[in-house]
């Protein structure tokens, strides 16, 4: 299952970097289910902090959240 978990997050990762643009779960969601993933969305919710607390998301709106990707170079 671990090895899912991270699969999860890396395509997530992919598609937040080649996308950009604001994000939310539903977006999330359907960004892992074009990848072929089962997504759960309190699990999406989860990997869409942990983007944020790299650096690579800005939360923009508390509720619902919505986050911003943040712009490199």
């Known amino acids: 299952m671990m090895g899912d978990s991270t699969s999860q997050r890396a395509d997530l990762e992919k598609a937040v970097r080649t996308f950009g643009g604001l994000w939310d ?39 619902p959240v919505r986050y911003r990707t943040v712009r490199t170079g």
Not at 36 to 53: E, F, N, Q, V
């Open 25 to 63: 779960t539903v977006r999330g969601l359907r960004a892992l289910c074009d990848t072929g993933h089962d997504p759960h969305p309190k699990h999406t919710r989860r990997i869409l902090r942990y983007l944020a607390s790299e650096g690579l998301l800005v939360n923009v709106k508390d509720w």
